[in-house]
């Protein structure tokens, strides 16, 4: 059974399954909804492996972010939001741009987070794939078309980008958010965000997955992540790009170990 709702400043959430509970926070999305349509079909496939071990929470971004918040501010509606769900501690999984608050999060309200997982993604944006979404967030909040520009992180060959651009670019119409003012904020957030001086004041345990051939978050990005926590473990998938972590044959056994080991 699917549970839909809100939490704290509004921030929406879908929750399946049962068992300990963990909040999945989402990557970058362009609208601070719920997902519809074929974006929630696969969200709710992704959440079913998860679900037959866990209560999995997938929690949104809160709308109506205000031009100007820091990482640190969106760490703090989520900590609201855990305060105001859970009594204890909670598992939380960060995925890509959830990963960006789930370290945050950590590193900021240490009280609330049981363990950490953090897939595809580290403790700031590869210099590269920055300047690509901060081009596509831009040309979007003013109408244009701007899909294209992420082109080279969601296929690893040149040719292969460059097929993807083009189609990308035709149907960036179809993508494109009626009121962009949530996915600007949260961008320019993430454009700002490096937790690379912070990251030992994370003491929750700490996996970090990540694959080997991931464009938006180097290697190095991702070493330094696992190495600079407290309590870090690092598993690299081979031959596995950015969006492919999650997918992984090996990921949701991964994650479950991982959760279960430090289950009272």
Excluded: C
């Excluded at 998860?50 to 820091?70: E, S």
């Excluded at 670019?169 to 937790?195: C, G, I, T």
Aim: glycine share 12%.
């Amino acid at each position: 059974m699917i549970t839909e709702g809100v939490l704290a400043h509004e921030m929406p959430y879908l929750a399946v399954g049962s068992g300990q509970p963990l909040v999945y926070l989402r990557g970058f999305t362009t609208t601070h909804t719920n997902p519809t349509g074929l974006q929630r079909v696969f969200e709710l496939r992704f959440m079913a492996k998860l679900a037959q071990r866990f209560r999995v929470y997938a929690v949104n971004r809160a709308p109506g972010l205000p031009a100007g918040i820091t990482m640190a501010g969106v760490a703090a509606q989520h900590a609201d939001a855990l305060r105001g769900q859970f009594v204890e501690p909670v598992d939380v999984l960060g995925v890509s741009s959830g990963g960006s608050i789930a370290l945050q999060l950590a590193a900021d309200h240490p009280g609330l987070v049981r363990r950490l997982v953090i897939a595809s993604s580290g403790y700031r944006l590869g210099p590269a794939a920055a300047k690509a979404q901060m081009r596509y967030v831009m040309a979007t909040a003013a109408g244009r078309r701007g899909a294209h520009h992420l082109a080279p992180f969601k296929v690893h060959s040149r040719s292969g980008a460059g097929l993807a651009g083009g189609l990308m670019w035709l149907v960036d119409p179809l993508l494109r958010p009626a009121e962009p003012s949530d996915m600007v904020a949260f961008a320019q957030a993430e454009d700002r965000f490096d937790l690379g001086d912070r990251l030992g004041d994370i003491t929750a345990p700490t996996l970090v997955i990540a694959g080997e051939r991931d464009q938006i978050y180097p290697a190095e990005i991702i070493r330094d992540t696992a190495s600079g926590v407290r309590d870090g473990t690092l598993i690299v998938y081979p031959g596995t790009g950015h969006g492919g972590t999650i997918t992984h044959r090996r990921f949701v056994a991964d994650v479950t170990q991982f959760l279960q080991a430090g289950a009272s």
